[in-house]
């Protein structure tokens, strides 16, 4: 066993593990940036601003519960409604988008949300239960 300072070598490299991922949790918190602002636009030109603080940190909860699928989607119909949510990264810079085209189905109180993150080649789809499609819906056009 090797002993530096005190420590043995499986410390020290446990302990460099926990820095790197820590450091790797913040970077990557920091690069993806403030949710400022939700825009929700059922039909052109009309769209719901969505900047309360509360109500933005609710949405983002949902969105990181959903599971996605990196997989490409035709959808037959027209969306029921589309969502922006812009992160603000560096202050006096432009925002960064991730798009969201959202299908409801009403027999089964379900969705299916297709999304696009700027700067990202490939889609993300994700299909909504129940409950999530129903928190999704209140904080949207409440």
Not at 3 to 20: A, E, N, P, Q, S
Not at 102 to 117: L, S
Not at 118 to 131: F, P, T
Request: proline share 1%; charged share 30%; aromatic share 8%.
């Amino acid at each position: 066993m090797i002993l530096v300072g005190g420590l043995d070598m499986k410390k020290i490299i446990g302990i460099t593990f926990l820095l790197t991922v820590i450091l790797l949790t913040a970077y990557s918190e920091q690069e993806k940036g403030e949710l400022t602002r939700i825009d929700v636009i059922v039909e052109e030109p009309n769209s719901i601003h969505i900047q309360d603080k509360e109500t933005l940190v609710k949405a983002e909860k949902i969105f990181k519960q959903i599971k996605w699928e990196d997989k490409v989607v035709n959808m037959d119909m027209k969306e029921d409604v589309n969502i922006v949510f812009l992160y603000e990264v560096e202050e006096n810079m432009p925002e960064r988008l991730n798009r969201y085209k959202i299908w409801f189905n009403e027999n089964t109180g379900t969705a299916i949300i297709v999304g696009h993150e700027e700067n990202q080649s490939n889609q993300s789809y994700a299909e909504l239960d129940k409950s999530h499609t129903f928190k999704l819906r209140e904080l949207l056009f409440k």
